[in-house]
Nanobody
Framework: QVQLVESGGGLVQPGGSLRLSCAAS????????MAWFRQASGKEREFVAA????????FYADSVKGRFTISRDNAKNTLSLQMNSLKPEDTADYYC??????????????????WGQGTQVTVSS
């Protein structure tokens, strides 16, 4: 099975940018469809973005479309999330997730078998 470790979180001002990374070990990243979720304090974990095994298909939550970009480098076993034009409402813990088989309900947290420990993103002036 795969182990996932997120990094890149931090404090950023509104309008700023951050790039999150998710490093995979144990198995090749290419064998998994991947996603990013986030969970704000007191709220449910919500879908942010998903990407197919080879990176040819990507999907985004409406709240981040046009601002966030999900990508993957299978050769480096790394998943990324470029976040631009950040807003205070983007403040949350961000998690990467993996599932061996691509599923149409990619936006459901119950789809994914493996999760990282999360990285905190705070957007505040």
């Amino acid at each position: 099975q795969v182990q996932l470790v997120e990094s890149g979180g931090g404090l950023v001002q509104p309008g700023g940018s951050l790039r999150l990374s998710c490093a995979a070990s144990g198995r090749a990243l290419s064998t998994y469809a991947m996603a990013w979720f986030r969970q704000a304090s007191g709220k449910e974990r919500e879908f942010v973005a998903a990407i197919s095994h080879g990176g040819g298909s990507t999907f985004y939550a409406d709240s981040v479309k046009g601002r966030f970009t999900i990508s993957r480098d299978n050769a480096k076993n790394t998943l990324s999330l470029q976040m631009n034009s950040l807003k205070p409402e983007d403040t949350a813990d961000y998690y990467c997730a993996a599932v061996p088989v691509w599923r149409t309900n990619y936006a459901s947290r119950y789809t994914y078998d493996y999760w990282g420990q999360g990285t905190q993103v705070t957007v505040s002036s």
